[in-house]
């Protein structure tokens, strides 16, 4: 008998496949801590086995998570937007203050990015992880921490499966990351499940009527439906759904809201600066190359809506933030 064990995270499911030209074994056995595979008897040299009596092993990993998809492209996206960690650096400073982080404290930064919230509490005196669906970004947040002189673990991952236990954290704090998640039950249930009871959750999110609400919309009216079952990310930004979403698990609900700069020598340098650096944007601007219409249409609707928002020089994103404590 031979056997392999491989750890994996409790909602995926992986297979293992032992293949040649005539047969395929597919063994399975979740367990609580990850997977544990057992692979038959077999002949390593069967007479009907090509390539010299050799057998090809392979490993596949395949989820179970309906979105795994949509977070495999939201990840190709991401990995372009390190140049706007100096715009969202400032707004880290006063969600870090907002939610009252005080030295000692167990924070989590979930969807940390280059780690300009986690950076900016550890620099409180916090102790802190950082969890990002992105490993372009972990890579430099690692880099971000080490110029700072903190300590701090980062860990690749999602919001709606985070591998830390349950009430691990004082404080959990997330800037435009968790809205990303697309079942916003699942998220909020995840950060919640790894606060302690008394800890404080707060996070920073665009309102839909707002710049960056109406970017996500426009962008979102060009891009391909998102599978069923996924909420707008600017949802988030809505305080009576905050309130819904957090519910009874939480007391002290209380929001604050703040303007986020984004320098631009003309509108246009700032629509450049997106189409580089945005997320989703890039992507939705590679899909339109062919099609040059479309393509000048979504910038003058961008445009317009840049126009709303930019004075002396700057575009002004203002945002809510919500924080409460846990029951
Ligand atoms: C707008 S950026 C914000 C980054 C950082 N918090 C900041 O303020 O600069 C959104 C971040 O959410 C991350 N993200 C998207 N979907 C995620 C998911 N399902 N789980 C964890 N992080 C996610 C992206 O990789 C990206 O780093």
Redesign the pocket.
């Known amino acids: 008998m031979t056997s392999t064990n491989r750890s994996a995270h409790t909602n995926e499911e992986m297979f293992v496949l032992i293949s040649t030209p005539n047969l395929v074994y597919r063994i399975l056995t979740p367990t609580e801590s990850g997977v544990v595979f057992e692979l038959p008897e077999f002949d390593p040299h069967p007479a009907q086995a090509p390539g010299e009596g050799r057998i090809q092993l392979s490993f596949t990993t395949m989820s179970n998570d309906p979105f795994a998809q949509m ?1 495999a492209t ?2 190709e996206g ?1 990995a372009f ?1 390190a140049p ?2 100096l715009l ?1 650096t400032p ?2 400073f006063k969600l870090v203050r907002f939610a009252g982080v005080q030295p000692g404290e167990k924070v989590l930064d ?5 780690g ?2 986690a950076v900016t509490a550890a620099r409180f005196g916090a102790t802190v992880s950082g ?4 490993p372009a ?1 972990l890579e430099k947040a690692r880099q971000n921490a080490e110029l700072a002189g903190v300590s701090i673990e980062f860990h690749e ?4 499966a985070l591998p830390f236990k349950d009430a691990a954290f004082d404080v959990v704090l ?5 809205i ?2 697309p079942r916003p039950s699942v998220a909020v249930g995840e950060m919640l499940r790894v606060l302690r009871p008394g800890g404080r959750i707060a996070f920073s999110t665009w309102p839909p009527e707002l710049f960056s609400g109406k970017f996500f919309t426009l962008m979102s009216s060009y891009l391909p439906s998102p599978p069923a079952g996924a909420a707008p990310p600017v949802q988030w930004g809505n305080p009576d759904i905050v309130r819904e979403r957090l519910g009874d698990a939480v007391t002290g609900l209380t929001f604050d809201r703040d303007i986020l700069y984004t320098p631009g020598m003309s509108p246009e340098h700032i629509i450049n600066l997106f189409e580089r650096t945005g ?1 989703p944007m890039i992507k939705l601007v590679e899909s339109l190359k062919s099609e040059p219409a479309r393509l000048k249409e979504l910038r003058s609707a961008f445009r317009a809506i840049i126009d709303l928002s930019y004075r002396e020089n700057q575009l002004h994103q203002s945002y809510l933030m919500t924080r409460a404590t846990k029951k």
Do not use: N, Y
């Open positions: 977070k939201q990840r991401w937007f706007l960690e969202t707004a880290a979930v969807g940390c990015g280059t300009v919230v969890l990002d669906l992105t970004l991952g999602d919001v709606e997330s800037q435009f990351g968790h990303f998640g997320g």
